[in-house]
Structures are given as C-alpha cells and as structure tokens.
C-alpha cells in the first residue's frame, strides 16, 4: 500500500504536550468528579464499594489518555485496519468462549479483568471507517460499489453483537458508523433507502429476538401495562426522577433510589439518583456539561485538516453522544431499557475505558490538527 | 487537484457538520423537555407516588428441610420463634431507641455496637435483627411500648432445633449466621437472621435443605406499613435428609462414653449404613444456631478433648493390636506361616542391638495363630511381620480399606496412613527399617487409622465383602441383604482362621476381652483389643516396673481401642470404640462395645424387620 506522509510540521513531544487541550480535560474531570460522588450516595453515603474505585480508575485512565493525544495521528491511521481486526477477533473469540452473563455472552474473562469487546468495537469501527473515507474523495463516494467495504466492515461485527444478544449495542454501533457514513458525504438518499429497507425487515427479525428484548419493547410501548413486571424499572425510576422536583431533595437525600427500587442502580440508572438527589436544575447543568464536551468535539472536528482526524473526531463525539443521550433518553423512559452506561458516571471498568481511549483519540485529533495526511489508499497513488 | 478535492470534502463535511450538530443539539433538547415534564410539570404527581404509595418486594424464607434418623426420628427440626427487627429508615433517632429499647429487654453493649453497625451497612429499608428468640415475656413487653417504639417489628419465624442436643452433633453440624465471605449470588443470604449450614451434615447438604425463597410484593405507605399485598409467590421448602443414624442407638452410645475423649463407629456390615457415629466429648449445636458468645467459644476450642472434633472420622489412630488381623491374613495369603506352627514368646525379642518386648512381660510361651490373636501376643506378630516385609502388610491393609478415604461425605474425614518404602523415602528422605516392620507388625510406629476405617475393616473381616460406609439413607428399603459390594478376593478359609482368634479374643479362657463377653446365644460377638502407646516406654521405666494408670498423666496414657462384629457366627453389625488415653483396650474400651452391642441387639432381636 502506498502511502506518503507529508513531512511539513513534525511535532516534539514538548510540542504536542503543549498542544493538549487542558480544558477539555477539565470538563471531563469535573464530569467524573460528579459521577464518584453519585456512587458513594449510591453505596448510601459510602466510598466503598464503587466510588473509590471509580475514581482510582479515572486517574489511570486520565493518565491513558495523555499517552493516547500523544500518539501521532498518522500511527493511528495506519494501524486503524488492524486495530480493526484484532476488535473483529475479539468478537468473534467471544461467540465462541465468552462469559455468560445475565443471559448474554458479551464478556471475556482475562483472571483480573473482563474486556466487552463490542464496547471497543465501537471506537475500532470508527477508526476503521474514517480511515476508509479519508482515502475516498468526493467524486468516488458517489460509487456504490465502493460503499460496500465500509458496509461490510459495519454489518459484519454489528451481526456478531446482535447474536450475543445486545441490541442497544447493536442500534448504537450502526448509529455512530451512520454518523460517519454520513459526515464523509454518502448521499441522503441512500440512508433513506437503508432506513427503509430496515424498517421493512422488522418483521422478518421480529421473530428472531430473545424473549427478554421484545419484552423490553412492548414493555417501552405501554410501561404503566404492568408495574410489577419488566415496566417496573421506568416507572421507578421515573417516579424517583419525578419526586426530585426542580431542585432536588439534596446530596445524600434521595428516598427512592436509596430504597433499593433499582437494582444496579450504580451502572445504567445512575441518573435518577442524580435527578432525584439534585432535581431539573442539577439534570440541565449535567447535560449542559455533556453538551460542552460535545461541542469540544465538533470544534476539534472542524478545526482539523485531515479527513481522517475529522471523521475519527467526529464519529468519536457522536458515540459520546448516543451514550449520553441512550443512556438518559432510557431512564427517562424515551426509549427502551437497552443496557447502556451514562459515561463517565456509571460505574464499570470497560465503559470508563472505552470513553477515555476514545477521548485520548479525539485529543490527538486536536494535538494534530495542523498536520496534512496527504494519504491516498490503494485507489490512488498520488 | 488534490487540494480541490480536499476543499470539496471539507465544504460538505462542514455543511453536515452543523447538520449533524444542530441534530444532536435538538436531541438534547428533547431529554431537557422530558426532563422539564417530569421534575417539573409531573413532578406532584410522581412525589405523591413516592411519598404515599411505593411498591415492595419482600423475600419470604424457605423452611429449611429437616435431618431425620433412618426411622424418621427428627434430628434436626425447625421451631417459631420471635424475633425483633428494626427497619432504619422508620427510625427517627436510632440511639434514642436502642436506649429505650436497653431499659425493656436488655441489650449488651456489643450487641449494640453490631446493630449500629448493620444499620450502616445496610440499605436503610432493610430490616436489622434486634433480638433473635424473643421469650414472650419480652414479646409482651414490646407490644405494650409499641408506641414508643418507632420502626421495631416483631417479626414470626422458623428456626433450627437440635432436640438431641450434643448427641449427633459432629454428623449433623450446626447453622448459624451468614458471614460477608459466604454471600453468594442468592438473596436469600442477605435476609436478617437466615441460617446456612456451617458444619457436617448441615453444611454438605446445604443447598438441598436451604430450599427457594418465596417472593411477596405489597404496597406500603409513607411510614413503610404494608397496605395490601399484590403478589405472593410461596417459597420452596427445602427437602428432608434421612440418615442412616439410628437415634436411639446414638443415644445411647453417646451416654455410655460420657465424658471420656472417645469415638465409636457402629454400622451394618453388609449395606455399610451407619447407625451410629459418636465422638465424645461434643457440643450443642442449638449454641451455635443462638450464636456463640466469645467465652463459649473459647472454651470449646481450648479443651484438650476438642469437643469441635469428629475423631470418629477426623482422628488417626495407630490401630495397635487391632490390626494384627491384617497382618495374620497377609501371612496366611503369602503362605510365610502355617495355622499349626507355633512360635515361642519369651517376653521379648532381639533385632540386632534393640529389644522388642510382648505387652505380657512374662512371655506366653508357645503359641499359635489362634493364641496368638486371642491373647494378642507381640512377639509372634514381629515374627510374622519379619518374614512377610511391610510392601505385602501394606497391601492387606489397603484392602481392607485402610490409608485412604471412605468419602462418608463430610468434609472433615480424613484418610488415615499405611506406610510404604516409597512414602518413606519421600517423607522423610530415609530407608525403610527392619524394626519398622517390627512394630508395623503390631500395629505401631506409622500406620494410622480412623474408628471410621476400623470399622470398616471390622465389616469387612466379617463379611469379606468390600463393604463402603454410607449415612445418607437412599431409599426407604430397611433390606440388608442387599449391598451390592464385591468380594475382597481372599481366601475363606484363611478368613476363618482369623474369625476364631476373634472369636477366642471374647470368649476363649486366653481372651483378652473375655471380660466383656456377651453370655447370650445368638448374640455372641467377636472382636479384637488394641491399645496403643502414645508415649514410648524407655528402658529405665522398663526396669523400675511399669507405673499404674493412675500415676501416669492424661495425656501420656495410651488410647484404648476395640473393634467387633457381632453376632459371630452371622455377623450383622460391627463397631469400633477408641477411648483416648482411655489406658487399655480390653479394660476400657471393650466394655463399652459390649454394651452398646447389647442395646443394639435387645431392640433388633424383637424387630422381625432387622436393620
């Protein structure tokens, strides 16, 4: 494969370091910093067992992260195809040796830790597609057939988390491509025609779904249907969200989510002890904190003059964003109860990881900005 | 060109940019607005349902499966009880109320300590255990302040009881609470006041006795009160154990050792069922179910006897002269000596420079196979021990079950030891001795046993079938003949041999444990003493005469051991008795055997279905 790096503007490392985007790093510190206090209300007022652990967790990931915004971009496009494939193997590893958990195999134990490799799936598609779409220009992306690798590269693991079976996975996954697909300049037309089609197959997959997530669907449709049942946990958490009221019954107050109507309420549903314990005000400057993390990324994105660091910074905040809004979207009872965490709050190991890799990506998208890739993949050898 | 394109691509790129921004802020938006309508708008709503009308979710605990002798007598039971909890969150001051709480039943300063610590550790709906076995003095005196008593409830419910007490302690085991390390995936554990099997039997069969939980969800109001139930699934009583025990007989046995350090096994030698299984001294289990105050607890573990263990299948025993029988039919098997040729003791014989010396100081003169076992004669013994070596000793040995585990299936038992020249080498990096085989030959130095082993040997000897232990009861079939074991491949003959020294060990003029006979027909017992040193005899102690028991400390007396099966010319059942530093075989632990045969064969005789 031929490829020529243009040699304007090697960067030192005291260069880069200088580069780093300390704000940025800010508003995700104080985004965690929120997160470990909701975990030690959640342990009723203890740092044991999450919230110390959380924290500890951020700092190596932190640490991580400055590694990552160091790496030179142009390392990270050339190993995007085979960070791709290592992910691809991983998935496929898990098909066959995972670790069944709560009716799903989406876990590989290695002793101390367990990796979810469809979490990482969705930073490695993301690096694989912007490298994919940096090498086509805008003349091409007409080409249908040349829209068939990146599709394939899609459909292939989104097949293999669909089998685990994780659909908020799954939906989330073709989402953040679709933003891709759809940044690097694939016609309008074409999504509607894929949105169609997919529509059109929701009979035909219907019937091949786990009990347990039609159940979730209808139970989306209609959760007052049966209170005691699956639409337990959005009436609940709804009802702990609501009593919160615009100020919140303060820190360490909340009745509903100490009351234990939530299991697992330090993972995925940690939001409504957040809107339960700091109300509508405390809910709009949490948001409000996400929206600026995800304006940095669209600002990053922007500013970059490499189709590469564009898309990756672009596919990158709008996974952040499906998390965000999933995540608060579910518990608010917007759309069903899929399984995803609140980044940088929720507590769990893989996730953290997953949002501080990507957020170490972005920023090296931000420390190289000013660098020209002047790459053209196997189609062109200019 | 190059540069065109690119331009191209970033003019889309950002058009859709804030295409794709402008989405995502509209999005949020959206999450803002239901926000808005939920903690806003709804917001009175949804706090009156908070407030007044919560739903909950209560575990209803399994009655755990009771444990049963083989006649359905209970051994382990479940009784009500009261018990008082507090559920924090309807506790306005949670010091305020442990001191009016102190002055109606009194509460030791630790037990308050663990409540405020629990209270902390747990989310606050979760009830905390006051007070387990509440009397109704005390119940009586709750309801009068209930008043005064914000967040206490008395709660009804089930909890184990030993009705036998100590009797079969070590089999059964005991319950008590949940410890941190033992909480599993099961709710069930976090329940205040639930039970888990922590030893024997309880502990082994667990998960069987434990049974499901039930689940009950009821609304409850502002104060936590239950308005209404909505949904009830009962829970899953756990099943019932039936073992083998007799409990009667175990009873009996358990009486009869009274308070020396002791065990004995007594099981059916052809089903290997286990009748009774003692280990004296013993403990109350229902202490452990209460909880164990420090003293208590301290007291159980300090006392030489160990009361905690089962030395019926935990304690190792150089079997002494209970297994010369082994050694006789190893010589018999390998032909080494003949039933008719006799060997001379004169009291003692040489091996190179040391002196091996028969328990009968004076010597027993000639004597033969038969003699031999009955009188229990050391010399002849190392004669034969000389001539066969420890590989072919060994071997008999295992066959009779020896040196390895029986998996009666609790947890404690252990294997016992038959040496070997190999074990030897590898234990201790030295060569195998002549004289090794010297006192093997008499059943000392290495060789260890447990009564559990004895007694199968006994069965065994009694039936040369390889008859296996068992105390779980399978079926409700009381058909002995039945075993299904397979044959141990020796020679009847050469077992008859054995069988008549046995014989003669009880009832022959030259028995050791003629005085112990049972003088009934039909329910005369064969056996053989044992007793084994724990101290050496040094020649100087040999010289000045050997002292009397009484002179000699607890601790350095020999253990007493006797194994029998009985009746001996139909042998149904077989038992051994180890007596720690119970001194002699014959004087101490025979008598017990003895007895504790007579009991069994009184009740069984008049039964037309024998167990």
New interface residues.
């Given amino acids: 494969m031929a490829s020529a790096f243009s040699k304007r503007g090697e960067m030192t490392l005291r260069e880069k370091f200088s580069q780093i985007s300390w704000s940025l790093i800010f508003w995700l510190s104080i985004i965690v910093t929120i997160g470990v206090f909701m975990l030690y209300s959640a342990a009723n007022a203890s740092f044991e067992p999450w919230a110390i652990q959380q924290g500890f967790r951020f700092l190596i990931c932190l640490f991580m992260l400055i590694i990552i915004a160091l790496v030179d971009i142009r390392l990270v496009m050339k190993y995007a195809y085979l960070i791709y494939g290592v992910v691809f193997s991983l998935l496929i590893f898990v098909e066959f040796q995972g670790v069944v958990s709560g009716g799903a195999k989406r876990w590989i134990d290695l002793g101390p830790i367990n990796i979810q490799p469809s979490e990482l799936m969705k930073i490695a598609l993301v690096l694989a597609l912007a490298r994919y779409f940096h090498s086509i220009n805008s003349d091409e992306i007409g080409r249908p057939i040349l829209l068939l690798p990146p599709f394939l590269m899609l459909i292939c693991p989104v097949f293999l988390i669909l089998r685990q079976p994780d659909l908020g996975t799954a939906l989330m996954t073709i989402m953040g491509a679709g933003a891709i697909f759809f940044m690097a300049g694939v016609r309008l037309w074409k999504f509607f025609v894929i949105t169609l089609t997919g529509l059109i197959t929701i009979p035909i997959v219907w019937p091949l779904l786990q009990e347990y997530q039609k159940e979730r669907i209808l139970i989306f449709l209609n959760p007052d249907r049966d209170p005691l049942g699956g639409g337990y946990h959005i009436l609940q958490s709804q009802i702990a969200l609501g009593s919160g009221g615009v100020f919140g019954k303060g820190f360490l107050q909340g009745t509903q989510s100490q009351l234990n109507f939530l299991p697992e309420q330090q993972t995925d549903f940690i939001f409504t002890i957040f809107g339960e314990e700091l109300g509508f005000v405390g809910g709009i400057i949490l948001i409000g904190l996400y929206a600026v993390v995800i304006l940095y990324g669209f600002i990053i994105s922007i500013r970059c003059r490499n189709q590469f660091g564009r898309l990756l910074a672009i596919g990158i905040t709008t996974t952040f964003f499906l998390y965000v809004f999933i995540n608060i979207a579910m518990v608010m009872g917007l759309v069903p109860v899929v399984g995803v965490p609140l980044p940088l709050i929720s507590y769990g190991g893989t996730a953290l990881l997953t949002i501080m890799i990507s957020m170490g990506l972005l920023m090296s998208v931000h420390v190289h900005k000013d660098i020209h890739i002047v790459f053209i993949g196997g189609f062109d050898s200019g | 060109?190059?540069i065109h394109?690119?331009t191209?691509?970033?003019k889309?790129?950002?058009r859709?940019?804030i295409f794709?921004?402008g989405a995502?802020?509209l999005?949020?938006s959206?999450?803002?607005g239901?926000?808005?309508y939920?903690?806003?708008i709804?917001?009175d709503?949804?706090?009156m349902?908070?407030?007044e009308n919560?739903?909950n979710l209560r575990l209803i605990p399994p009655a755990r499966g009771r444990i049963l002798d083989r006649f359905g007598e209970p051994l382990a039971i479940n009784v009500q009880n009261f018990r008082m909890l507090i559920v924090a969150?309807q506790v306005p001051n949670l010091e305020k109320l442990l001191n009016t709480l102190d002055e109606i039943i009194d509460l030791s300063k630790r037990e308050v300590e663990r409540i405020i610590s629990e209270v902390q550790k747990r989310?606050?709906?979760v009830p905390v255990t006051v007070k387990d076995n509440l009397s109704w003095e005390e119940m009586a005196k709750v309801q009068v302040n209930a008043l005064d008593l914000p967040g206490v409830v008395v709660d009804e419910g089930l909890t184990r009881f030993y009705p036998e007490k100590d009797t079969a302690a070590h089999i059964l085991g005991y319950v008590s609470s949940v410890d941190e390390h033992e909480l599993t995936g099961d709710p069930l554990l976090q329940l205040p006041g639930f039970r888990i099997g922590k030893a024997g039997m309880e502990k082994e069969h667990d998960y069987q006795l434990r049974g499901g939980a039930g689940t009950s969800?009821f609304e409850v109001n502002a104060m936590g009160r239950a308005i209404r139930e909505?949904?009830r699934k009962e829970s899953t009583p756990g099943s019932d154990l039936y073992l083998t025990l007799d409990q009667k007989l175990q009873k009996y046995a358990s009486n009869r050792m009274g308070r020396e350090s002791a065990s004995c096994v007594v099981m059916n030698v052809h089903t290997g069922e286990v009748l009774a299984m003692v280990s004296t001294p013993s403990f109350d289990p229902n202490a452990f179910n209460r909880g164990l105050t420090q003293k208590e607890w301290k007291t159980l573990l300090e006392d030489p006897r160990a009361p905690m263990t089962n030395k019926a299948i935990s304690g190792q025993y150089a079997p002494g002269s209970a297994f010369k029988m082994i050694v006789a039919l190893a010589a018999l098997e390998h032909g080494v000596i003949d039933t008719s040729e006799e060997i001379k003791c004169k009291g003692y014989t040489d091996l190179g420079a040391r002196r091996f010396h028969c328990w009968e100081e004076k010597g027993h003169g000639k004597v033969s196979m038969v003699d031999a076992i009955a009188s229990s004669c050391d010399i002849y013994f190392y004669e034969v021990a000389k001539r066969l070596g420890i590989a072919r000793i060994s071997e008999m040995a295992r066959r009779f079950g020896l040196g390895e585990l029986l998996n009666i299936g609790l947890s404690t038992e252990r294997g016992g030891l038959v040496p070997s020249e190999e074990w030897k080498i590898n234990r201790f990096g030295e060569q195998w001795q002549q004289g090794e085989t010297f006192i093997l030959g008499i059943g000392q130095g290495y060789i260890l046993a447990t009564p559990l082993q004895l007694a199968v040997m006994t069965s065994r000897l009694a039936t040369s079938l390889s008859v296996m232990p068992k105390i779980i009861k399978t079926s409700e079939k009381t058909d002995n003949i039945v075993s299904g074991f397979s044959a141990l491949n020796i020679n009847q003959s050469d077992l008859k041999i054995i069988r008549d020294g046995m014989f003669n060990v009880v009832n022959g003029s030259k028995g050791t444990a003629k005085s112990s006979r049972i003088n009934v027909n039909g329910h005369k017992m064969s056996g053989k003493t044992g007793t084994t040193q724990v101290k050496r005899i040094t020649i100087e102690e040999r010289e000045e005469g050997l002292p009397e028991l009484d002179d000699i400390p607890w601790q350095e007396r020999s253990h007493a051991l006797f194994v029998a099966y009985a009746p001996h010319d139909n042998p149904k059942y077989a038992i051994s008795v180890v007596v720690e530093h119970g001194g002699g075989g014959s004087a101490v632990a025979a008598p017990i055997a003895r007895d504790i045969f007579k009991e069994l064969l009184k009740d069984y005789s008049s039964q037309s279905n024998i167990i």
Avoid: C
């Fill in positions: 060109m190059l394109r690119d191209d691509r970033i889309v790129f950002n859709r940019a794709l921004g995502q802020a999005l949020f959206g999450l803002v239901r926000m808005h939920l903690q806003v709804e917001s709503r949804y706090s349902l908070a407030e919560r739903i969150e989310r606050s709906f969800q909505l949904k």
